[in-house]
């Protein structure tokens, strides 16, 4: 069972995030795609909920710390997931992710940040995770946030 | 009846807005999904048509003139799915819009801007409007742009 | 057949590309539509496998180099569309192009560079090449890639 997998890795999935702006976090397509909002690096073991990091990768936020960020991305996609269609088990398959990465414009390592998110998926879900991926850079995230991360995945 | 409430709005839907460049304004999907081409704030209502706002959000471009410039696109972006679909009343649901604000590094609000895209969605289509979002900054847009909205939705 | 057709213009499609990350170039859905990873002008031509160009489009790689770099997009997304469905022939449509052009704030003509992506679907392609697109500037891509082309299809 996913949420075990995930649990056995220490890691807690947000149950109730709001999101910023006048939008849902989750829309099903009637063929079973699922479309998540692009997510920021919101940590839900901070009170209040606030983000992990902030400020452009490179400069004052380091591929480590963006790499983790990623991940928190798609640790928040994941609750949002869960909240709407109950188990992650019913994921059939990753289809795609979208991962920004807010830097200066000499930055070239967008790969490595984003595979904070992609490595993650893996992880977890294994042959079902294999996903597509667009990773590129932007001068700006809301919040001054360093990532974002949107993604679609596909339910039974 | 969806154009009713827009026409109730004081808004006129373009008839016949052009693409610029080598590519098509809607392509549907044999499981109908409706895709539409990134959006621009063109208006149909200025002769010629041209670009209402221009510039980078938050220097030359207010927050406001923003949103309403994200709200045109939403507009333009109906008006091509119209022509091909004959009526906005076979919109099923909204999936997801991406919208890219051109703006400085310093820029964070993001958000703000492309709320003016799906408030307006909301106000029109209500619980069909819900809508999955990715939000992000860029440092250039086409033409000089202020914001740029694509959107995928569902029909019947 | 596509795979003439492409022949016929001298271009080689790549056979193996490697992806620049924990990703895969190809995902299927369920319901036949195709999501490729977002490519960067890799030539397969060149020994070995490298970028035709970087840099910023409109500072150190022109228009026309930018364009042609869209172009080596689409064609290796096309090699990965092929590596794992048999033949380009069992392309029923194409659906969406993203574009993503690496450049100063101060440039405008992004649509310019994409249409060297969307010339080329068009000329392969003809009336299924008919597709939908965003193109948007950004400040920086991964390995300072000048253009990076996603794109979505539908197969029979």
Chains 1, 2, 3 share one sequence.
């Not at 999101?19 to 919101?42: A, D, R």
């Amino acid at each position: 069972m996913i949420e075990e997998k995930i649990e056995s890795l220490g890691i807690k999935l947000p149950a109730e995030l709001k999101t910023i702006g006048s939008y849902v976090p989750v829309v099903i397509t009637s063929n079973n795609l699922v479309f998540v909002s692009g997510q920021i690096p919101l940590d839900s073991q901070l009170a209040p909920v606030q983000l992990r990091y902030k400020g452009k990768v490179g400069k004052s936020v380091s591929i480590d710390d963006a790499r983790h960020a990623a991940k928190l991305c798609v640790i928040n996609a994941l609750g949002h997931i869960r909240s709407i269609i109950g188990t992650l088990d019913n994921i059939k398959k990753f289809v795609k992710i979208s991962g920004f990465v807010n830097c200066e414009s000499s930055f070239t390592d967008h790969p490595k940040v984003i595979n904070g998110a992609s490595d993650f998926i893996l992880e977890v879900f294994g042959e079902k995770g294999r996903h597509t991926r667009v990773a590129v850079g932007t001068n700006s995230l809301p919040l001054d946030s360093p990532v974002e991360v949107d993604m679609i995945v596909e339910i039974y």
